[in-house]
């Protein structure tokens, strides 16, 4: 009589498991088909490497919309699409049917080269002076042999004069994991910052040219799954620095230095599960470079290693409410003060309501905050003026506008103290921006952003820029 009361909620149990077992089964998805339409220059091969479904694969219901979204973000970050849709359907047998529509975008484009050379664009725009315009000519073709490979070659004249040849992205491998990028450029310049002083910029205009640069170097980058990225590049670099310079500046390169030339080693570590990498809403991303530059080879080569980290992460708060934050860290090592190498703020970062100054030292932190409203979601405005297929792309215009209000904060420190000698009383010193702004993001990865800003120097003004604010 025993073996029957244990035997009862052994059944019991198995049943359950029996159950469960069934309902798993009955979750699970397999993918029958994936058809890709619109990729008329783009391989299959590049588009499945982004996607996060394979045929045969087995899935449970749940997950679908996620490996969607992931599938959709992935290939628009690429930036070889204008529009992604991802279009599943369940036919009977609990398959899954996969389509994805593309739009592509135009790859070949003559550059015709128009830009400024100041710190930023509303640097620029305050003294608008035309003789720190760069212009040129060049070819950029994007999706090169239609693997996602970009081929750049430039000529810039003027006041900049510039030769630039960009191969990037060359697949080594089949599963496209492995790939090489190859860099060389030379350049020279009639317009050069040579010293800071007061938290400006002191710049020489010279009818001849004051630094001449040439610059080589080749990345492996190594890629395995769809967010992490690692990169080694292996590099050559030489300046030379004209008389009027050194009188100038002699610590410019270095004491008395009319050349700074070095081999360098930089290792690149990248996590990126950002929704765009233009204009980021969701995700997060991780990045950190260590460069050594010197490496022994060459007698009286530039010692030094440089530390750069960025920290940011976006999230949606609620439908149309976005928020953003991060912090980005530079530092540079070395045991000699050279003026070119130094880090800081008031470049490619800087805190918002502090683009009129320059602030240089061996180590600078900035955060970044902002809160966004959509005020238009995406809207894509159909113009039909375009009846060639292969131009069609051209007829549908995307449009979104956001406004934000931000607080950023930065630091710059300077262990030589040469800042004390020219008044830059903006090193060692916190710096506070807040204020509000307002996006539009359109066509091509085309970012407008204006920005209304206080400072903690008790300034306010009206700032351009082209690119998004965090990403």
Not at 22 to 36: N, Q
Not at 138 to 155: C, D, M, Q, S, V
Not at 229 to 254: E, M, Q
Request: charged content about 25%; aromatic content about 16%.
């Amino acid at each position: 009589m025993h073996y029957k009361i244990y035997i009862i909620p052994f059944l019991f149990c198995l049943t359950i498991s029996i159950k469960g077992q069934e309902s798993k089964f009955s979750d699970s998805l397999k993918v029958r088909e994936i058809i890709i339409t619109g990729n008329f220059v783009t391989s299959n091969r590049v588009i499945f490497r982004e996607m996060d479904f394979k045929v045969n694969d087995v899935i449970l219901r749940e997950e679908v919309e996620y490996k969607k979204q992931t599938s959709i973000n992935n290939l628009t970050k690429t930036s070889l699409f204008n529009f992604v849709e991802i279009d599943i359907k369940e036919t009977q047998g609990n398959s899954l049917s996969i389509t994805v529509n593309l739009t592509e975008r135009w790859f070949i484009w003559p550059n015709f080269y128009l830009n400024q050379t100041d710190r930023n664009f509303s640097e620029w725009w305050r003294t608008k002076d035309l003789a720190k315009l760069e212009y040129g000519i060049g070819l950029k073709i994007n999706n090169f042999r239609g693997t996602g490979e970009t081929l750049i070659l430039n000529y810039h004249i003027g006041n900049f004069t510039k030769y630039e040849l960009d191969y990037r992205g060359i697949y080594i491998d089949k599963a496209k994991r492995h790939s090489l990028s190859l860099y060389a450029s030379y350049s020279a310049q009639n317009i050069l910052t040579w010293n800071i002083e007061s938290n400006k910029e002191d710049v020489l205009k010279a009818s001849h040219k004051l630094l001449k640069s040439t610059v080589l170097s080749i990345t492996y980058s190594y890629r395995k799954g769809y967010f992490n990225t690692h990169s080694l590049v292996f590099g050559y670099t030489d300046f030379k620095l004209a008389d009027t310079i050194l009188y100038l500046n002699p610590s410019y390169f270095g004491l008395n230095k009319h050349e700074q030339r070095y081999f360098n080693l930089e290792y690149v570590f990248t996590r990126d599960t950002r929704d765009s990498r233009i204009y980021p809403k969701t995700g997060y991303l991780i990045g950190a470079v260590i460069n050594r530059r010197g490496l022994g080879i060459l007698p009286d080569e530039y010692n030094a290693v440089d530390l750069n980290v960025q920290l940011y992460s976006y999230w949606k708060l609620r439908k149309r409410l976005f928020l953003a934050s991060g912090i980005w860290y530079a530092s540079n090592f070395t045991d000699k003060y050279a003026f070119l190498s130094q880090t800081g703020l008031g470049y490619l970062q800087f805190v918002r309501g502090y683009e009129y100054y320059a602030v240089k030292g061996n180590n600078a932190l900035l955060f970044k905050s902002l809160v966004k409203y959509e005020l238009l979601p995406m809207k894509v405005i159909n113009l039909n003026i375009w009846p060639i297929r292969k131009l069609h792309q051209f007829n549908r215009v995307p449009l979104e506008i956001y406004a934000n209000l931000f607080f950023d904060a930065g630091y710059v420190s300077d262990e030589f103290e040469t800042y004390k000698i020219y008044d830059n009383t903006l090193v060692n010193k916190m710096m506070y921006g807040t204020g509000a702004g307002i996006d539009f993001i359109t066509y091509y990865d085309k970012v407008l952003r204006l920005d209304y800003s206080f400072n903690a120097l008790g300034e306010r003004g009206l700032f351009i820029h082209w690119k998004a604010a965090i990403r």
